[in-house]
Nanobody, 120 residues
Framework: QVQLVESGGGLVQAGGSLRLSCAAS????????MGWFRQAPGKEREFVAA??????SVADSVKDRFAISRDNAKNTVYLQMNRLEPEDTAVYFC???????????????WGQGTQVTVSS
């Protein structure tokens, strides 16, 4: 089992920045691919970014503004979000799985989510 706890969400003005963190506990963190997804009201869960040993992937819609990183020594994955837009408003979820994937069902463990609200 892997437990994931997100933090760092909040209310920010358009153009601002936030850094989300996801702390993992349980099995060996470095073995897992870690992903970030988001879900806005009335919309499907959307891939944002993922990272695994040897590579990472960021959704085209945010790749010029968002970056993913991880610190295996701290069992933590981060999502740096810059130049935030109102359209980025969503609940952001952290997930752990076996491979680098943009598909939510490929992840085995999920956090409870953290709300990000971007005001215009």
């Amino acid at each position: 089992q892997v437990q994931l706890v997100e933090s760092g969400g909040g209310l920010v003005q358009a153009g601002g920045s936030l850094r989300l963190s996801c702390a993992a506990s349980g099995r060996t963190f470095s073995n897992y691919a870690m992903g970030w997804f988001r879900q806005a009201p009335g919309k499907e869960r959307e891939f944002v970014a993922a990272i695994r040993w040897g590579g990472s992937s960021v959704a085209d819609s945010v790749k010029d503004r968002f970056a993913i990183s991880r610190d295996n020594a701290k069992n933590t994955v981060y999502l740096q979000m810059n130049r935030l837009e109102p359209e980025d408003t969503a609940v952001y979820f952290c997930a752990a799985g076996g491979g680098l994937s943009a598909i939510a069902m490929n992840y085995d463990y999920w956090g409870q989510g953290t709300q990000v609200t971007v005001s215009s």
